[in-house]
């Protein structure tokens, strides 16, 4: 694994352009250099270089960051951001006593048995497996930690599929690693990885996830372990692959939010292709984050209440019944957004919740 060290050089070519300030959502809302990337590398540099220590103040400016990726898309000095800041989070959890606790509450006696507690308990509400005997395709699924508890998207799952004679494999994923990244556990991350790893090459004709977020972790794994990348796609590119068609009875209003995390959505206007009587208004900056980004609203909460107040205004401008979105994570900064910019009639749902309340599927 990667030490900051080993980032001397990417930190070097950064060339101080500021592009990654007209991208930034949190340099947007606090005129804070230190809070975006080209602020952040220039105190990392100067760690790299034993100027500056790791201190709580530069790990203030670290945990000020959504992850949403934004500037590393734009990045002219093609700096992977993110990874960095990921390590340097690493480097300073390890000094620190608060991570000898978060090691705990990540471990196998908190985490771990939260999920088998939760996947034991939801286990009478979740559908009877299909089980075919020529199947037509053979289907990988990564079970992101919320739905591993909540059994709702596996029934949402078996609704829009019924028709299709496709095997859906469902082994015991650990988490996806990225609450663990998050907070500088990189042994934990390592852990869930390298497990994973071995149950993503079983024998399956595609790999999908239910989470925009699991997904883009799992892609990520190559990055920080030097494995072979992961094909993994969101259940929509199925959905969309599929050719599945959803009629509703009713004429529905809905518009899209885009996870940070979600790499491509060419798949939801194919998907609505194929849905009858669904009308679509695009919202302003649909692709900008909700404001949720795990810890982040809880170590900033007045940024993200920004965050969340203005996703929830974009939303209602549209006068639509639902806002429909592919990451748990997601569904609860819409909610607060929506809540906080006082919508009460647009209903946030995920992209297989919606589909699944079509009166046909065919
Ligand atoms: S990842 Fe997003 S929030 Fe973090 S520095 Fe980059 S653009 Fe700003
Ligand atoms: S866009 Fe990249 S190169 Fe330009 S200032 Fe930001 S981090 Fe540095």
Redesign the pocket.
Known sequence: MKKLKDFQNELN?????????DVCPIFELSSNECA???GK?IMLHGVTKGDLKLSKNINKYIDMCLKCGK?NN??????D?CQILNTAKYEYMNGCFISKIVKFLHGSFIFGNFIRFGKLISKPFRPKKNVSKNPTMKVLYFKGCVNQVCPKTDNYLHKIFKNRDIEIIDPDFDCCGLPFLSEGNMERFEQAAKYNLKLLSTDCDYIVADCASCESTVKDYSKYFNTEPVEIYPWGNLIALQKIHFKFNKNIKVTFHKPCHLSNDAFFSQILGNCENVEYTEMKDYDSCCGMAGTFAIKNSNLAKKLMTKKGKNISETNTDYVITTCPACIVGLKAGLFLAGNRKTKVVSLLEFLAKADEIN
């Open positions: 070519k950064c060339s101080k352009c500021g592009l990654c300030q975006v990337s080209k590398f500037c734009s990045c002219s000095a093609g700096i951001v």
